[in-house]
């Protein structure tokens, strides 16, 4: 077997079992937004609250309208790994161009 097929497949099982996270209690580390700190430490870092309404995830809560919670788990996930492929990719294709 080829070994971009092994790694194709590596990450189609990693974005299946993707959903398994809903089965932690709790937020992912260092997913926290105003409302977990509050909760935590009894207030929100002066810095975490002037910016919180800055950025806004594009899936937030890993969350799809229309979906349930599985499917969007797991369309976050190969979202997510897709850009992360063609980021790579496309770096790659710059630094080989350098190379000559």
Do not use: C, N
């Not at 709790?26 to 919180?52: I, S």
């Not at 229309?66 to 499917?71: E, K, Q």
């Amino acid at each position: 077997m080829k070994r971009h097929t092994v790694l194709w497949i590596g990450l189609a099982v990693l974005a299946v079992l993707s959903p398994l996270g809903l089965l932690a209690p709790g937020t992912a580390w260092g997913e926290w937004g105003a409302e977990e700190f509050q909760d935590m430490l009894g207030y929100v870092p002066q810095g975490l609250e002037r910016f919180a309404e800055f950025w806004r995830a594009p899936l937030p809560d890993y969350a799809i309208p229309g979906l349930g919670d599985v499917p969007g788990y797991i369309l976050s996930a190969v979202v997510g790994m897709g850009l992360v492929v063609l980021a790579t990719w496309g770096l790659g294709r710059v630094l080989a161009r350098q190379e000559r």
